[in-house]
């Protein structure tokens, strides 16, 4: 890479061959969200997007966990910093807590969470803001913030009513009952099972070697928005995304490597 990764305390990054691997990295508190595991994870995510040789991230938490949700205990400590980390920045529309887990939507590459242990709270949240999420079978998920009389507000009212539907989100977010990864896939809000969720995501980001890095990033653009916009809208936005791939040159490596089978060697995503 041509750039330095941001030095952070509580999030670990790596880029290898195009994939960003990123790990919450406070296994002793299962990886329980402080304001500045916040801040490293927006800090991570802005760093990420400006890369137009990344091909994928895939987030994981190090230890017994993914995570556990919000440090209360902690963040409690700095009552000021809580009434600032709540003031959302008005070009973004996003607080302080709800940019660490919507940041990630505006990655223009693959996010994938891999998820294991615990996944709780601030912790489900994040993982929504990924376009994926794969899991162990044992894993563990909560909406938990319904346990201590709150809601969830780090964006998971808007990624919830999205990923599972409106009816499956009221359940979770007004119980906050703990269910496994398997029985999270069965309502939608795990993509895939794996008993290494970890490997699973980097398979799947290597497959995406063979498409083109502007296709993809276009469809994420179009489906993130295509369920809060309008037919007509969504179908204008698609064709002034294809109008634009047409002109872009991995889309011809891409048609040419279908054509003669090769093995595609693709350019940097387009600006």
């Not at 595991?37 to 400006?50: E, F, Q, S, V």
């Not at 529309?93 to 223009?108: D, H, K, M, Y």
């Not at 295509?226 to 969504?234: D, Y």
């Amino acid at each position: 890479m041509e750039h330095t990764a941001p030095r952070t305390t509580y999030v670990s990054t790596r880029v290898e061959n195009g994939i960003a691997h990123v790990r919450l990295a406070r296994p002793d508190k299962l990886n329980a969200l402080t304001l500045d595991t916040l801040d490293d994870l927006i800090r991570t995510a802005r760093w990420l997007r400006r890369d137009r040789t990344l091909r994928a991230v895939v987030v994981a938490g190090d230890g017994p966990s993914f995570c556990s949700g919000l440090d209360f205990a902690t963040v409690l400590r700095t009552p000021g910093r809580i009434v600032k980390a709540f003031a959302p920045v008005p070009w973004r529309s996003t607080n302080r807590f709800q940019e660490a887990c919507w940041a990630w939507r505006r990655i223009p590459v693959p996010v994938i969470a891999a998820v294991h242990g615990h996944c709780f709270g601030g912790g489900l949240q994040i993982a929504m803001g990924a376009d994926l999420r794969f899991a162990t079978p044992d894993s563990r998920w909560s909406v938990l913030e319904g346990k201590w009389g709150i809601i969830p507000d780090m964006s998971g009212i808007r990624s919830l009513a999205e990923i599972v539907g409106v009816d499956v989100a009221k359940r979770l977010t007004m119980t906050a009952e703990e269910i496994s990864g398997a029985d999270a896939q069965r309502i939608g809000l795990v993509t895939e099972i794996h008993d290494d969720p970890v490997d699973a995501a980097v398979a799947f980001a290597e497959k995406l070697r063979g498409r083109s890095p502007d296709a993809i990033a276009a469809a994420k653009r179009l489906l993130d928005g295509a369920l809060t916009a309008s037919a007509r809208r969504t179908f204008a936005r698609e064709r002034r995304e294809q109008l634009r791939l047409l002109r872009l040159p991995n889309t011809r490596i891409a048609r040419g490597s279908a054509f003669t089978k090769s093995t595609p060697e693709f350019q940097p995503r387009a600006r």
